[in-house]
């Protein structure tokens, strides 16, 4: 039987500080959107954000213990078996967990069209490698990325980050323009991005 | 509390019986589109979800949220404390009993490839459950929903007109169902023919027309 607690579930420490438990991607699941989140350090359990780009409803739903959730600058505390449905993709939503124990379970997608895995799924993953200077693996695992989403800018930009880290000046230069061609806010995140730093003195680095 | 969003508390949300389960049918409550979700309650002994097997390409996601289960799944048997996941592909036999009171397990489903496009069977069910408790408003208005939701499916327009011929709603009735028979001619023709809802309606003159 295909089975899992949710403490057995990869635990991936993302930027903002929450958890991102697997969940799709640990059952190979291909019909629709799943993932779990568990606080980090920060307390945080559901990252700050909007669902503009993508279009999704999203439902969030609090397994275990209680979790502070703010939607559309409203705050609401929910426990277990309690449901977030954030209809609108336009309201910016987030959460904080208010017990150490707990975990919300989400599930989304664009309604009308099939499930496609979410190009984000793919950077997440990398961030652990990432973090540990693991370049190789990272790139691999963005480079998988990037052929079940080719010319995904998102995936393009964190490539060009690990190659530029890694001192491959020429490729991390050609995947960020193309990222920065693709989606200009790529170019303002681009400025800033401290893993630039060995190509921003390049004069083929995005101004 | 805006309009672009919802919460719901599964314990204690509108629950229905179906088939010997009890149905917590939470994308008709909150109006989820991209993946069919709902819950089952029940309490220790009790089935959670009707033993079934899914169609091709179709995947279920079950998650036990509160309480105990025992899921079979395929010839395996095996023990989910809150907070358990178990996936289910399609074409495999799927069971679950509660193992304590007040058990509730969350389910996502979907179909591979597919834009989900829900069946209305959640609907059909608490229509049927008014029925049984002499709702007859409250089942109306779970039709004109399904109807305005799935302008262009046939049951729907059937049962709604159903509901208007048991409401004593002739006018409403005949226009449903002739745009039942519009949709659906083959497929309607049997009920026509022979279904009790329709008894108050089947000695007007138009019901001839969907006869024909």
């Keep these: ?207 | 509390m805006s309009e672009g969003y919802e919460i719901l508390a599964l314990d204690e949300a509108e629950r229905v019986a179906h088939r010997d389960s009890t149905l917590i049918p939470v994308r008709y409550l909150l109006g989820f589109r991209p993946a069919g979700v709902n819950a089952w309650y029940a309490d220790t002994g009790d089935q959670l979800m009707p033993p079934h097997t899914e169609d091709s390409g179709n995947e279920e996601l079950y998650v036990v949220v509160q309480g105990r289960a025992t899921f079979t799944v395929g010839e395996e048997t095996k023990d989910a404390a809150a907070g358990t996941l178990v996936f289910v592909p399609a074409e495999v036999f799927r069971s679950a009993v509660a193992a304590e009171d007040g058990t509730i397990v969350f389910v996502v489903g979907g179909t591979v490839g597919q834009a989900f496009n829900a069946g209305g069977w959640e609907e059909f069910t608490l229509a049927e459950a008014y029925r049984h408790a002499g709702r007859i408003d409250d089942g109306r208005a779970v039709m004109e929903r399904m109807v305005a939701e799935k302008p262009d499916y046939w049951a729907a327009a059937y049962n709604a007109g159903c509901w208007e011929s048991m409401a004593g709603n002739p006018d409403a009735a005949f226009a449903h169902l002739r745009r039942a028979k519009e949709l659906n001619a083959e497929e309607a023709a049997p009920y026509f023919r022979e279904d009790t809802d329709l008894d108050n309606v089947r000695d007007d003159p138009r019901f001839q027309e969907l006869l024909g």
Excluded at chain 1, 48 to 70: A, I, M, P, Q, S
Aim: with cysteine; charged share 30%.
């Design chain 1, 1 to 207: 039987m295909n089975l899992a607690h949710i403490d057995e579930l990869d635990a991936i420490e993302l930027a903002d500080g929450f958890v991102w438990r697997p969940v799709r991607r640990h059952f190979g699941i291909q019909a629709f959107g799943t993932n779990a989140y568990t606080p980090g350090a920060s307390g945080r359990i559901v990252e700050e954000h909007t669902e503009d780009r993508l279009g999704h409803e999203e439902l969030y739903l609090v397994l275990r213990g209680r979790v502070r959730f703010t939607v559309d600058g409203n705050e609401h505390e929910l426990g277990p078996g309690q449901l977030v449905f954030v209809r609108d993709p336009a309201l910016r939503r987030g959460a904080v967990a208010v017990t150490d124990d707990a975990a919300v379970l989400a599930v989304g997608g664009k309604p009308g069209e099939p499930h496609e895995i979410s190009a984000w799924e793919y950077v997440f993953l990398a961030v652990p490698d990432l973090q540990a200077g693991r370049h190789g693996e990272a790139k691999r695992l963005l480079e998988e990325g990037l052929e079940a989403k080719p010319g995904n800018p998102a995936i393009l930009y964190n490539l060009a980050c690990v190659e530029a880290l890694s001192g491959e000046r020429e490729a991390a230069l050609e995947h960020l323009g193309t990222a920065v061609a693709a989606e200009d806010r790529f170019r303002a995140a681009a400025q800033d991005d401290e893993d630039f730093a060995s190509i921003r003195d390049d004069p083929r680095f995005p101004r």
